[in-house]
């Protein structure tokens, strides 16, 4: 790509240097030509004209096999895709039955140690559960996500006075003090096996990494993604107090709440991976940052496979578009101006409405156009027009 008359090279050291024909003898073009020989975020900005744009590379063909990886018969109904994929593929061990593994275990250390409890109380009369009282259990979990009622109580209310508003399915599948004893000792992992606060090899998520490492390992397994996906955030609503809650005011659905990123197929919305935000680990050093690191480990599993990745702008940067590219992998995202690497003349740059600016690194393309609002975004994939 050539250096048009008026065109402005930005490094990001926030240096321009003009380039005109009438001042050829004051330029260092050998300067200038053994940049490009550097690392491609090193590149300097070049000006180009959107409408006689020239893609700098090739767009590799994406040939990998897309879709589920095993069809269920075409009778199956939706609990045998539940049962598919909460079945890890290596071991045969189920959600389920880790559920029931673990909450026996912890109700029976919760007996040895309380030896002192009333003997009226709830805890007294637990008895081992199984695999069918669990799935019914987690029935009625999520019922009550969608019959709201006041108190967990109510829905095993048999009072004549509230005969309008009685639920008694909940009766009919499980008594009230059952459920509550199982909710009392659900648990997905061996407390015995959590390392301290403070200490190498702590977990922040220890309690639920058993149920996020055979989600991942099943989601993977049993699908895969085709050429475009995405990378997101996404909020689980929940008010309660937990050190992984969030707040987000700018969720519409959801304010509160732990914080997932997801990687997703972007035609179907199917979930590949996700990984549960447990806050900043002190181990980390990335310059790069959280979100640099968020992006690359949800995606390396597919280099070299020429997905085409799309971000928003809490995660798009130059220099994660430049990693993604040499991984054999494209990028299209919305970015902030004051992202590392970005051409400086767009942090105050002012264009009409209907209007774009294109500037090139590398492979590297960064608009800046003007619809109802001023939106810029990087991309080694797309074309300005």
Not at 240 to 256: E, F
Request: glycine fraction near 6%; charged fraction near 20%.
């Amino acid at each position: 790509m050539e250096l048009l008359q008026g065109d402005e090279v930005l490094y990001d050291s926030d240096i321009s240097v003009g380039y005109s024909s009438q001042v050829d003898s004051e330029i260092d073009i050998e300067g200038i030509i053994n940049n490009f020989n550097q690392p491609l975020n090193n590149r300097p900005w070049i000006n180009v004209d959107a409408n006689g744009y020239v893609r700098p590379h090739q767009i590799q063909p994406f040939t990998e096999p897309t879709g589920m990886a095993r069809r269920l018969p075409i009778d199956a109904t939706p609990l045998d895709y539940f049962e598919l994929l909460i079945t890890n593929p290596q071991t045969d061990q189920t959600l389920i039955s880790l559920l029931v593994e673990e909450t026996n275990r912890y109700a029976n250390n919760l007996l040895r140690q309380q030896q002192a409890h009333q003997p009226n109380s709830r805890i007294s009369n637990w008895t081992r559960t199984n695999e069918d009282e669990m799935k019914a259990f987690l029935g009625l979990l999520l019922a009550t996500g969608i019959v709201k009622k006041p108190t967990l109580e109510s829905y095993w209310n048999e009072s004549n006075k509230t005969w309008l508003i009685n639920t008694p399915g909940f009766t009919n599948v499980m008594r009230r003090n059952r459920f509550q004893n199982i909710l009392q000792c659900l648990h997905c992992n061996n407390n015995e096996n959590a390392v301290p606060r403070g200490q190498e090899g702590y977990d922040p998520i220890h309690k639920i990494r058993p149920v996020l490492n055979l989600l991942n390992e099943t989601f993977s397994h049993h699908y895969r993604l085709g050429r475009d996906v995405t990378v997101d955030e996404s909020l689980v609503g929940f008010k309660g107090r937990n050190h992984l809650v969030q707040y987000m005011p700018a969720k519409k659905s959801h304010r509160w709440g732990p914080k997932f990123f997801l990687l997703a197929e972007s035609d179907t919305g199917y979930v590949h991976q996700l990984r549960l935000y447990a806050g900043k680990s002190q181990n980390q050093r990335n310059p790069q940052g959280v979100t640099f690191d968020i992006v690359v480990d949800l995606l390396q599993p597919h280099f070299n496979k020429y997905h085409h990745v799309t971000l928003d702008n809490f995660f798009c940067s130059p220099s994660l578009c430049h990693h993604l590219y040499q991984n054999g992998m494209y990028c299209t995202g919305t970015v902030r101006v004051f992202r590392k690497g970005m051409p400086p003349s767009f942090r105050n740059i002012q264009i009409a409405k209907g209007e774009m600016t294109v500037r090139q690194q590398g492979p590297l393309m960064a608009v800046a156009y003007n619809d109802r609002r001023l939106v810029k975004f990087l991309s080694t994939f797309a074309t300005p027009v």
